[in-house]
Structure formats: C-alpha cells, structure tokens
C-alpha cells in the first residue's frame, strides 16, 4: 500500500466487494481456499506464481449453492501476476454460468485488470461479460465515487444511499 507492504485487517478486494453490495443490495459470497494462503504478503505472491505457473486448481473451501438464483455475479478478485488467483478459476469452473452477466472488479497496486476479463470469458463462454473496473489497492478507502459512477453507466445500482 502506497509502495508498503502492509498486512490489512480487511482485505482491499473485500472493501470494494462491500461497496458494490451497499450501492446494488447484493449478496456477499467469499471465495476461499481449503489451505489458506500465508499471511505474509511476499510469501502469498510466492504461491500464487507457482499456481499460475502450473495451472493449479486450489480446492475451495465452499461453494455458492443457489447460483440459479442470481442473474448478475459480481466477481471480485486481486490482479495476482496479470489476471485472477487461480481460485477464481477454480470458482468459475465449478459453476454454471450460462446465460449469467458476471460484472469483474479487481484491485491491484499497477497492473490494472491484466488478462483477468478474456480469461472469465474463455472459462464463460454462455454468460455474458460486462466491462470491468480496477481499483488501486492502495486508494479503495476514496474508491466510492469511481464505484458509484461505474455502476450508474452500467445500469447497476439498486439501492438509493
């Protein structure tokens, strides 16, 4: 954050997840993973290069079991070595996402979204796939105005604040 490394107590992807639930009247789903990642920020980039490296697909600890009931996905991820941690892969692949809208949203510290969106629609071929936002990790605290205006040019929001 702002050229630190800093452990956070909410996780910057989680602060805009929690915007976009405010500002749309969603529903929070988190995508974890069975093994955790380290806590210490390198050594997560360490396993998250190995994952990308071998195409691996962590096993989640749970899954979202009433998909059918929702035809907007918001997916929200950090920008690991240029697209989504392989765990959104994992997520993608184990759902079906036909005839869905998925909404991507990242935050990343220069990357921007990578490769992140062709890869959501190669995995999702029958959805369809808006265009997403990326926020810098370090600026998610002042984010809310970019979200908002984001939302409204994509017809997106629900809730009156």
């Not at 490769?115 to 796939?129: A, F, G, Y």
Request: charged residues 20%; contains cysteine; proline residues 4%.
């Amino acid at each position: 954050m702002n050229g630190t490394i800093s452990n956070l107590k909410i996780g910057n992807t989680a602060v805009i997840a929690a915007k976009i639930q405010e500002l749309t009247g969603g529903t929070l789903f988190e995508i974890r993973t069975r093994k955790e990642y380290p806590l210490d920020y390198i050594e997560t980039t360490k396993v998250s290069k190995d994952e990308l490296r071998n195409n691996a697909r962590p096993e989640l600890s749970d899954h979202l079991t009433d998909i059918d009931n929702y035809d907007i996905i918001f997916l929200g991820y950090p920008n690991w070595w240029g697209t989504m941690p392989m765990a959104v892969f994992t997520f993608l692949e184990s759902h079906n996402f036909q005839g869905k809208t998925i909404v991507p949203f990242c935050t990343h510290e220069g990357s921007g979204k990578g490769k992140s969106e062709n890869d959501i629609k190669h995995l999702c071929p029958k959805s369809t796939v808006l265009s997403g936002i990326s926020i810098y990790g370090s600026s998610v605290s002042k984010a809310g105005p970019e979200i908002n205006d984001w939302l409204k040019r994509q017809n997106l929001i629900f809730n009156t604040i």
